[in-house]
């Protein structure tokens, strides 16, 4: 039973990877890598480890895969075209490497699972939510410390890169609907210049920065 | 065969229960139109069987005669998968909650839980199912190729994310107190006296249950919070150009996700099948724990003839600048009496007091 599981879930895993490098557009990447993310938590499940499966979901599935799609979803990125492949030298070097991976796959399983090896402890209750919350606040405390504080930086670092310049003052009046303009944003020839207004429409921010000609990004590219 | 037998009672389990469901559900939304009539001074539609009765199944065969058109320029595999996604989403944690205590059923010697499926992490399984869910709203905006579509998906996404954060530091309270995430467990904590005080809505949960609630009902774009499907400015949102039964998915995904929130809120804070005399008639758990869900069901109901709809920055504000400070602070304030035992101290106190236990 848990050997055909086995079998579905880990085939359902490979098959969406492989779609997932293979796929053209970009969303049906994601939705792919989606499928391998699911197959994973039950493949977790198989072994035992609800936690992780549960995890597996909430945050890869649910939280950073939907930001994924999010963005492509907000810029309309468009199918990729079928380009000659540069970079041609490099798929004789990845097939090398897949033969190697493949041997070391098959030297696991024909040579290390038939030595005798470590016993394995009893592990029914190693998966489980109680266990692993007392040992990631005893044992592991300072290492999940360290990690939160990681993640922590890592939040403040894109929200400081993604507030640079072009903010308004804190006095200005913004009313829902509107749109803040930099003046970098409307005319490229001056970066670096973050003068910023709000308001409703492009025409509007350029009158009101002084800008004679709008040059956006469509025309420069 | 101990494999098979329990493999054929988990299917029995899972066919009641999805029937059980599914019925509900149509009768909900005849309550609500009946409900609504009666809030906005009109009668609603009671003309298909008596008191409009049979109203559901008529609507149901609507859907099902219904032409099913398919936009031209559409993603056509996404816009058939997505509401296969937000259905089946919504349709997969009915499995986790217990409908009742153990009761005797007749050819089976042991009494049965009333609870599909119990295990270990199930209040995770619940969210993680859930946060699946924003998908099917997500593609479906985004395959329709449908300006209105789009803006509805993302308005949708960026409203369940928001709102998720919220939903699961609001449960956080629940999950400190009990210190498991078996929902049966968690059920099986609250019994108390006569079945009513030992509610976790009672016992130092009332912010954490509202919190749930406000952002359980964002998380179902149910008003005031429908701003993903608002008629005025958006046609109808994610599905504008669903038809058919693919329309009929996407309805009934949202009447299900109602029905699995209220489940949830009923069993975290209002005792699940806890009630009186349910220690001396265990099936009438199953009602009490029914009978909660309908009232939420019927609180639903009654914003949406109440309230008007939430402007999108004020629902970002109230989001990230309230509701979620306002998770925080009940989970310190939560761990800090229960590290110093201050519920202990309550409870024993109240027991010794009155009798009642906790």
Redesign the interface.
Known sequence: ?LALLFILFAGLAVGCAISMVAQR?P??SA?SL?GVF?SL?CLYVTLAA??I???Q??VY???IM??V??V???LNVEEEERKPLRLRFLVPIAIGMAGVLFAETAFIIFFVRESPGTPVRNISDVG???SIGSGLFTTYLLPFEVTSILLLMAVVGAMTLARRGGLLPDTAGVV?GDQVFSKELLDRSKPGDLSAVATHSTDEAARLLGVDEFRGSSGDE | ME?LKHLILLMIGILIAFTVVMTMVAYTVLAERRILGFIQGRLGPNRVGPGGFLQPIADLLKFIFKEDIVPDKS?R??FF?APTVATTAALMTIVVYPFGPAVHIPFITEPVQLVIAR???AL??V??????G??GI??A??SSNNKYS?MG??RA??QM?SY?LALGLGLIGVILQS???DLYSIVEQQAGYFGFSGWNVFWVQPLGFIIYMIAAIAETNRVPFDLPEAETELVAGFHTEYSAMKFALFFMAEYVNMFTVSMLATTLFLGGWNGPFVHQLPWLGVFYFLGKVVMFLFFYIWLRGTLPRF???QLMDFGWKFLVPAAIINIVLTATMQWSGAFDYVGKFIRTQTGWGG
């Open positions: 039973m557009n969303l049906y939705i989606i699911i938590a609800p936690f499966a549960a995890v979901v909430i599935a649910g939280a939907v930001l799609v999010f492509i979803m907000l489980l939510t109680a829902p | 494999d993603t595999f996404v998968l295990f270990d992490v995770l399984y969210l993680s199912i859930t946060s699946v924003v998908y997500a593609l905006g985004w789009l998906g993302l996404s960026a994310i998720e210190g498991t995430l402007r999108f920055d």
